[in-house]
C-alpha cells in the first residue's frame, strides 16, 4: 500500500532560520505529491503541488524519484509560518477512485 | 467563496450514543470525503462518496457509517460512539476533473466521546 512518511512530529526553528519539512513517500510509478498546511483555527488548505513547481509564500518543495522524497523548503523562517504541516499523495489511478493520502503532518514553530 | 460547513464545532457525546455529523458544501461538487485527524496519525480516509446515493470505505470505516441522500449533503454516523472515537472530523468536497486541486476542506467537528 502507498504510504507518505514524515519523520518529525515537531520542527522548532528560529525567526530567520532555514526550514526544512521532510517527506518520503514509497510507490515506484510517478507520484502525484502535495503539501497542505493548517495554520491555528483555520482550515486544511493546499499549499502547493509538485506537478506547478511554484513558489507558495516562499515555500519550495521538489521532487526526488532516486531518494522518494518531497522536502518542504524555506530560506527564512516567518513566525507566521507556524503551523500544521501535511504531505500528501494522490492514490493511483489503476488502483481505482483517486485518494489523498496523507503522512502523520509535522508542526512547525517559528520563535521570534 | 465556495464553502464546505460543518455544522458542529464542537460536540460532547456518551458512550453507546447514535452520533450524526453533518457536512454540506454549496459548490455543486459530486465527491465528498470524511477523514479523521489525530496526533501522531495524521489524517485518515473514513469514507467517501463520489456522487449522490454512493458511498466507498475507506481505510478506517470500522464503526461509522455514512449517507449521501442529496448531493450537497453527507452525513458521517456514528452507530455507538465509543471513546476510541474522540478525535476531529474533517469533511472534505471536489468536483470531478479538478484533481487535487478541486479539494475544499470544512473547519472540523471536534467530537468528545465521554
Known amino acids: 500500500a502507498q504510504r507518505v512518511t514524515q519523520p518529525e512530529k515537531l520542527l522548532s526553528v528560529f525567526k530567520g532560520a532555514p526550514v526544512e519539512l521532510k517527506c518520503n513517500y514509497s510507490?515506484?510509478?510517478?507520484?502525484?505529491l502535495f503539501w497542505y498546511v493548517q495554520y491555528s483555527r483555520q482550515r486544511l488548505q493546499l499549499l502547493l503541488r509538485?506537478?506547478s513547481r511554484e513558489s507558495i509564500k516562499g515555500f519550495t518543495a521538489d521532487l526526488n524519484k532516486g531518494e522518494t522524497s518531497f522536502h518542504l523548503k524555506k530560506p527564512f523562517a516567518q513566525e507566521e509560518d507556524s503551523a500544521m504541516y501535511y504531505c500528501a499523495n494522490l492514490s493511483p489511478l489503476n488502483t481505482g477512485f483517486q485518494k489523498l493520502v496523507f503522512g502523520t503532518g509535522t508542526r512547525l514553530l517559528v520563535s521570534p | 467563496d465556495v464553502k464546505v460547513t460543518q455544522s458542529s464545532r464542537y460536540l460532547v457525546k456518551r458512550t453507546g450514543e447514535k452520533v450524526f455529523l453533518e457536512c454540506v458544501q454549496d459548490?455543486?461538487?459530486?465527491?465528498m470525503f470524511w477523514y479523521r485527524q489525530d496526533p501522531g496519525l495524521g489524517l485518515r480516509l473514513i469514507y467517501f462518496s463520489y456522487d449522490v446515493k454512493m458511498k466507498e470505505k475507506g481505510d478506517i470505516p470500522e464503526g461509522y457509517s455514512v449517507s449521501r441522500e442529496k448531493k450537497e449533503r453527507f452525513s458521517l454516523i456514528l452507530e455507538s460512539a465509543s471513546t476510541n472515537q474522540t478525535s476531529m472530523y474533517l469533511c472534505a468536497s471536489r468536483t470531478r476533473g479538478q484533481g487535487v486541486v478541486g479539494y475544499t476542506f470544512g473547519s472540523g467537528t471536534r467530537l468528545t466521546v465521554v
Open positions: 459548490m455543486d461538487h459530486e465527491n
Open positions: 510507490y515506484s510509478g510517478s507520484p502525484e
Open positions: 509538485h506537478i
